[in-house]
């Protein structure tokens, strides 16, 4: 039942479920609070580790960029990485992975938001997010987690 699938299709894939990638999405310079992954993350672990008393002040402070993951609402628009992504008019950031999901029917992306003050799931969601592929701003629909995927009739056929 195995069936050829390309590297972009797989990337795409990758982005729809919310996996981060090294270079892309984590790297040295972001954290598992910055990257949505504190679930990962055992603070109490014996013996503690490298970053811990970092990661703690940066738990009780908050974070000032975090990663975002967006869907662009215009079906025809496709980024490829790198554009810039607009929150309510004012640039904060890039798009750092994109794919398009077939289950949405339109291209997806995530992006690191950055500001000088904590950013709070309010924050990110209570806003008016565009996308500038190639000069022209394309508006996209802010999730903290990956976007919900709609139902497939098959299967509730099938149920």
Known sequence: GLKDAGYYTI???R???GRRA???ELGPDETPLEAGLAFAVRMDK???FIGRDA???QQSEGVKKRLLMVSVDDPQAFPWGGEPVLRDGQPVGELTSTGYSLALGRA?????VRRGEIITDDFLLKARYEINIAGERFAATPHVKPPPKPPNPSRQASA
């Open 55 to 57: 990661l703690r002040k």
């Open 11 to 13: 990337d795409a894939l």
């Open 15 to 17: 982005v729809e479920a």
């Open 22 to 24: 090294f270079g892309t």
């Open 46 to 48: 014996p013996g503690g």
């Open 108 to 112: 997806i992306g995530m992006v690191y």
